[in-house]
C-alpha cells in the first residue's frame, strides 16, 4: 500500500462523509461528532503504530483502517438517529459491507482489501475473534486502541460541554443520578472490561469506560491516555465515595504498572 493510495481513500472519505450533511442543525452536528472523531482516531493509530516500531506499511494500513472504521455510522445515524448499535444496527459490520459494495478498495491488493474490512467488521466486537489471522489481529488491537482513546476524549468533551451544544447521539440515555452498579465497580477492581448490557446509569456508563483500560494492548495506548489526562476526565466526574475510589486506586495502580514495565 502507498501513500498515494492512503490520499486517495481520505479523499473519497472527504467526499462520502459530506454526502450526508444536513441543514439540520442536530443531524449535522452529530454528523461532524463522527468526521471529527474518526481524525482523532487517525492521528492516533499512526502514534501508536510508530511507537510500537512499526514500520511505514503497517502504518499506513492502520490509519486506513482508523480512516474507515466508523464509516457505517453516517448511514446509521441518517435512518436511525442513534450510535446506538443494539437498539439500531452493528455499525461495523455496515462499514465492512459498505466497503464493499462500494469498491473503494479495488486499488489494493486482495488480501490488503479483506484485512481492512475484516479489521472494520469486528473492531466494536465485545473481543476480538480467535479465529482471525495475525496480520488482522494486529490491525483490530490498534483501531480498538486508537478508537477507545479518543472515545474517552468525546465524552469528557459532552460532560464539559453546556447542554445545548452536545450532539444528541452521544448520549447513553440512562438515568444521570449518583447511583452506580456493584457489577460495575466489581469490574475495575478485579481488572475485567465491563459490558454495555450491565449499564443502568450515568455513572455505569463512565465506569465502563474507564475498564477499557484493562483491554489497552500496547504500551503507547495507555501513555496516550495518560499524557491527555483523559482517565482523570472520567474519574472526576464520578461520585467521590470511598468504594469508587479504592476501585480507582487499583486502576491508577495498574496503569502505572503497565507504564513502568513498559508492556505492549
Given at each position: 500500500?502507498?501513500?498515494?493510495?492512503?490520499?486517495?481513500?481520505?479523499?473519497?472519505?472527504?467526499?462520502?462523509?459530506?454526502?450526508?450533511y444536513s441543514t439540520d442543525t442536530?443531524?449535522?452536528?452529530?454528523?461532524?461528532?463522527?468526521?471529527?472523531?474518526?481524525?482523532?482516531?487517525?492521528?492516533?493509530?499512526?502514534?501508536?503504530?510508530?511507537?510500537?516500531?512499526?514500520?511505514?506499511?503497517?502504518?499506513?494500513?492502520?490509519?486506513?483502517?482508523?480512516?474507515?472504521?466508523?464509516?457505517?455510522?453516517?448511514?446509521?445515524?441518517?435512518?436511525?438517529?442513534?450510535?446506538?448499535?443494539?437498539?439500531?444496527?452493528?455499525?461495523?459490520?455496515?462499514?465492512?459491507?459498505?466497503?464493499?459494495?462500494?469498491?473503494?478498495?479495488?486499488?489494493?491488493?486482495?488480501?490488503?482489501?479483506?484485512?481492512?474490512?475484516?479489521?472494520?467488521?469486528?473492531?466494536?466486537?465485545?473481543?476480538?475473534?480467535?479465529?482471525?489471522?495475525?496480520?488482522?489481529?494486529?490491525?483490530?488491537?490498534?483501531?480498538?486502541?486508537?478508537?477507545?482513546a479518543d472515545i474517552f476524549r468525546?465524552?469528557?468533551?459532552?460532560?464539559?460541554?453546556?447542554?445545548?451544544?452536545?450532539?444528541?447521539?452521544?448520549?447513553?440515555?440512562?438515568?444521570?443520578?449518583?447511583?452506580?452498579?456493584?457489577?460495575?465497580?466489581?469490574?475495575?477492581?478485579?481488572?475485567?472490561?465491563?459490558?454495555?448490557?450491565?449499564?443502568?446509569?450515568?455513572?455505569?456508563?463512565?465506569?465502563?469506560?474507564?475498564?477499557?483500560?484493562?483491554?489497552?494492548?500496547?504500551?503507547?495506548?495507555?501513555?496516550?491516555?495518560?499524557?491527555?489526562?483523559?482517565?482523570?476526565?472520567?474519574?472526576?466526574?464520578?461520585?467521590?465515595?470511598?468504594?469508587?475510589?479504592?476501585?480507582?486506586?487499583?486502576?491508577?495502580?495498574?496503569?502505572?504498572?503497565?507504564?513502568?514495565?513498559?508492556?505492549?
Amino acid at each position: 500500500m502507498t501513500q498515494d493510495d492512503l490520499i486517495y481513500f481520505k479523499n473519497w472519505f472527504a467526499d462520502y462523509t459530506r454526502s450526508y450533511y444536513s441543514t439540520d442543525t442536530e443531524d449535522q452536528k452529530n454528523i461532524l461528532l463522527k468526521v471529527e472523531h474518526t481524525d482523532n482516531v487517525c492521528r492516533n493509530i499512526v502514534r501508536i503504530a510508530r511507537g510500537s516500531s512499526m514500520d511505514d506499511d503497517q502504518t499506513r494500513l492502520a490509519e486506513t483502517v482508523a480512516l474507515f472504521h466508523d464509516v457505517g455510522r453516517f448511514s446509521q445515524y441518517m435512518k436511525y438517529k442513534t450510535f446506538r448499535d443494539d437498539i439500531s444496527t452493528n455499525h461495523g459490520l455496515l462499514g465492512s459491507e459498505i466497503l464493499a459494495e462500494e469498491k473503494v478498495l479495488q486499488r489494493l491488493p486482495e488480501d490488503e482489501q479483506q484485512m481492512i474490512i475484516q479489521a472494520v467488521k469486528f473492531h466494536n466486537a465485545f473481543a476480538i475473534p480467535t479465529v482471525l489471522e495475525s496480520r488482522v489481529v494486529l490491525l483490530l488491537k490498534l483501531i480498538r486502541d486508537a478508537d477507545k482513546a479518543d472515545i474517552f476524549r468525546v465524552f469528557i468533551k459532552y460532560y464539559e460541554s453546556p447542554v445545548e451544544e452536545r450532539a444528541s447521539a452521544t448520549a447513553f440515555k440512562v438515568p444521570d443520578t449518583t447511583e452506580y452498579s456493584a457489577v460495575m465497580l466489581s469490574c475495575i477492581m478485579n481488572k475485567h472490561v465491563a459490558s454495555y448490557a450491565n449499564i443502568r446509569t450515568e455513572n455505569d456508563f463512565k465506569l465502563m469506560k474507564l475498564s477499557w483500560v484493562y483491554d489497552l494492548h500496547f504500551n503507547e495506548s495507555v501513555r496516550l491516555l495518560v499524557e491527555r489526562d483523559y482517565l482523570n476526565g472520567i474519574i472526576n466526574k464520578l461520585p467521590q465515595t470511598e468504594e469508587i475510589m479504592s476501585a480507582v486506586t487499583i486502576l491508577r495502580d495498574y496503569v502505572a504498572q503497565r507504564l513502568k514495565n513498559g508492556k505492549q
